[in-house]
């Protein structure tokens, strides 16, 4: 095995069990250059042992760690030892908490497999291999998922840009059992939503935010809901369950709000309480502004904004400028749920943005309750960049 020497200063973040360590932390390696993914020993600069990783020649993150510390045998059975602590892990979490048949099964870095998602749709598992690490063990990795997870079948999602980035191709395909249907109905807490796991996007549901739809929900009774970035309905049928007189569907993508007419079907909901719009939520929050259309609960939405550090400022008026509309749009007593899904992003510059917004627009913004990412999307406090999504429960005066 080849052993990859850092240099001097670089091993703090490795023992504090960060996983990644980036090109420029590489002084030399010994033994031969590696193949991609192969497995690497990893030493300080004295040559004391820190653990054992995997090598992207390609990526600036050019280790991605397995193991820390001495000892470990990173075989088949390592993955099956991992695999099976992060299904122990969702097992133990609180019914309530997650009242659904979907839900994150393994969480890439958090989980101590750097580059695997896996998530779970009904019968249906659900995978992205993002790194050239986990791109090595796929055979191993799938095998582990049909023993411990009792599935019909196993898709891939692997077609990602990042993978371009490890030199891998993008493919989607079945891995192993049957094809998944078109759509995979799941149920989460009172809605039903079908997932269309093939084309869908991320693995075909966002599933991060099964607990922020439900706080949503929580608010929904008797009010007029926009749901801005609506995806297939997730919030906003949500709402309507919970006794909203009427939702609002918006988000650019004609075949997502297909989806979010049929998932509104699928709940029982009359088409003329749950309206779709396609459009830039930009350009529509205007229109309803200049028309004076008003709504008492909005929920912001957005893709992820801040795709680099470069990014940010751009990113950070995109921000303003929606929170500025929709708190604008809220009726007195209005809630606004606003999100963010950009890792980029910190938590408090968020807020001193949505602050921002609410003082140009002269109301007054309560701060109910702060929104996380769901616990099957638990960050590792090691590693910091696996919490993303933020939100922020208001109450607008
Ligand atoms: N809230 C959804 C997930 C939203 S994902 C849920 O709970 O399921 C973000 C969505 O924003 C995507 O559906 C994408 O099509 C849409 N989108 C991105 N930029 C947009 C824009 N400028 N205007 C309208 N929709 C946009």
Known sequence: ??????????????????????????????????????????CDVAGA??????????SQIRVRM????????????????????????????PPARCATNAMRLVNAESD???????????????????????ERWKA???????KLCPCAGIYERSDLDVREREGLPLVAGVLAGETPPDLVEIQENACHYGVDVK??????????????????????????VLNAFAYTGGFGIAALQAGATSAVHVDMSAPSLALARANAARNG???SRSETIEGNVFEVLRKFRDARRMFDLIVL???????????????????????????????????????????LMPTELFQKIVTDAACDARREVHLLQRLEQAPDHAESLAFAEGHYLKGLLCRVS
């Open 66 to 93: 397995w193991t820390f510390g001495e000892g470990g045998v990173v075989d088949a059975a390592f993955f099956e030892q991992r695999i099976a602590a992060a299904l122990a892990a969702r097992a133990a979490l």
């Open 1 to 42: 095995m080849t052993t990859i020497f850092l240099k001097q200063g670089r091993d703090h973040t490795v023992l504090r069990h960060h996983p990644w360590i980036f090109s420029g932390g590489v002084a030399r390696c010994e033994g031969g250059e590696p193949a991609a993914g192969d497995t690497v020993q990893v």
């Open 49 to 58: 042992l820190l653990g054992q990783g995997a090598w992207s020649p390609t």
């Open 140 to 146: 191993e990795i799938v095998a582990a998922l049909a």
């Open 112 to 134: 101590g497999l750097p580059g695997l998602v896996v998530d779970r749709y009904a019968d249906f598992l659900v995978c992205q291999f993002t790194a050239v690490g986990v």
């Open 199 to 224: 084309q869908g996007h991320k693995t075909g549901f966002y599933l991060d935010q099964r607990e922020n739809r439900a706080t949503v929900a929580g608010y929904a009774a008797g009010r007029e």
């Open 301 to 343: 939405d957005p893709p992820k904004f801040v795709e680099s550090k470069g990014h940010l400022m751009a990113a950070a008026r995109g921000y303003k400028d929606i929170n500025l509309l929709g708190i604008k749009l809220l009726r007195p007593g209005g809630i606004l749920a606003t999100c963010s899904c950009s890792g």
């Open 269 to 271: 909901i009359e088409a």
